[in-house]
Structure formats: structure tokens, C-alpha cells
């Protein structure tokens, strides 16, 4: 967790903030090749598509069709894909971790933790101790809760119920819900690519959800045919 919110927060001060979000949506392609190659999962060609798809609507939906990629700070880049990686890896261990518990208790200890890890490599609550305006406090409060605890529960929730590959391209729909309320409340208009991006994203989950579907109901469709 440590791991995960730096990395995320240090690709933002280096890079746009559209390339860091695009580089941290390629977890569901790390999620998917450690099933592959270390869980030994098999992945049907629905879920691969997925992936493939929700990445590539990511791309149109931040709108990296407009930056110089090549350009972008090298150090952004490399952190970009740690915390990728990073997320990928919290995401994969937290479905193993609530084979024993619940979700509430995981991301507990693993926000537990990732404050300790800080503590230990940073002067403790050395925060607390600048002055800040009953706004600023109101911000941290509210980012704290709204914007880490509540999203991290409900992502846990996700992979309970549908599994980290399917969770994490799920979550892909996170670029998309905020341009949407950028354009409702901020004004800001959507490039025809983008919206093109981001129906691209809700039709790899669509695929998902049919292959769910088509899974659940096989066995039933193989015993009325024995019947």
C-alpha cells in the first residue's frame, strides 16, 4: 500500500497527470500475466480482450493521443509502471488475503501498514505539525476518506465478488466517470475520441459480465441436456 500511493503521487509530480493514469491502468495487464504465468490460470480469450480493450479506451479517454509520449520524463515513466505494478501486486495478494478475511480487515492492516512503512522512512507526523486552515484540513479529512478509505473497500469488495483480473478492468471505468463529471460540472468538453475511448472501456466490461453470465449458466445448460 506504502508502495502504491507513493509511486502513484510521485508519476503525477513528474508526468501529466493523463499519462500517469494511463500508465497505472496497465495493472489489470500485469493482473492478468501473473495468473498466466505464476497462478497458472488459464485465460480465456473474453478476458484478454478485455484487457486489451479496457487499456486501449483508457488511452483515448485521458486523451495520450495528445501527448508526445516519447517526450515524458523518463523517471515518470519507470514510476508510472511501478505503480502499475505495485497496484497489480496489492490487488492479486488482497484476493488471497480474503481466502481468510474480510475485506474491511485487509484493507485495515494493508492501510495500517502503509502508514507505519511512511512513519518509519519519514519523521513521524511530522504533517501535523504545520499549520494549516480549517480548509486545508477539511481537503486531507476529505481525501482521506472519500478519495482512499471508501474506494479501497468497495475495490476489495470487487474482487471478492468477481475476482482482481475482472475487478481491476472494472475499475478502468474510473477515467471515464471523471470526464463525465467534468463535463457535467467543470464545463469541459469531450473529444470525439475520448468518447470513443470510453464506450470501447464499458464494452470490454459488457464482455466480461456476458462471459461471467455464459460460465454461471453452462453447468445448468450441461445437466438439462443429460436430462
Known amino acids: 500500500m506504502a508502495s502504491v500511493q507513493f509511486t502513484y503521487l510521485f ?4 508526468i501529466n497527470v493523463a499519462a500517469a493514469i494511463l ?18 490460470e488459464k485465460l480465456h480469450t473474453a478476458t484478454m ?41 496489492y490487488s492479486v ?35 501535523l505539525l504545520y499549520v494549516r486552515s480549517p480548509l486545508q484540513w477539511g481537503l486531507i479529512i476529505y481525501i482521506a476518506i472519500f478519495g482512499t478509505v471508501i474506494p479501497f473497500i468497495l475495490y476489495l469488495e470487487g474482487i471478492n465478488l468477481i475476482r482482481s483480473t475482472r475487478a481491476a478492468i472494472t475499475g478502468t471505468l474510473e477515467p471515464i466517470t471523471a470526464a463525465g463529471i467534468s463535463y457535467l460540472f467543470l464545463n469541459e468538453t469531450l473529444e470525439p475520441l475520448q468518447i470513443a475511448g470510453g464506450i470501447l ?26 436430462k
Open 93 to 127: 495478494h488482497s484476493e488471497y488475503g480474503m481466502k481468510r478475511y474480510d475485506p474491511l480487515t485487509v484493507v485495515f492492516y494493508s492501510l495500517f501498514f502503509g502508514a507505519f512503512t511512511w512513519n518509519i522512512l519519514h519523521p513521524p507526523f511530522e504533517a
Open 23 to 40: 500508465l497505472q491502468y496497465l495493472a489489470p495487464a500485469f493482473i492478468a500475466l501473473y495468473s498466466l504465468l505464476f497462478a497458472k
Open 201 to 226: 472501456v464499458i464494452a470490454s466490461i459488457l464482455l466480461l459480465q456476458f462471459k461471467a453470465q455464459y460460465d454461471n449458466n453452462t453447468p445448468d445448460l450441461i445437466r438439462a441436456k443429460k
Open 49 to 89: 480482450i478485455s484487457v486489451f480493450g479496457a487499456i486501449t479506451g483508457c488511452y483515448f479517454v485521458v486523451g495520450a493521443y495528445n501527448l508526445n509520449l516519447l517526450a515524458v520524463n523518463k523517471i515518470g515513466i519507470i514510476s508510472g509502471i511501478l505503480s502499475a505494478a505495485s497496484f497489480a501486486w
Open 11 to 14: 508519476t503525477i509530480s513528474k
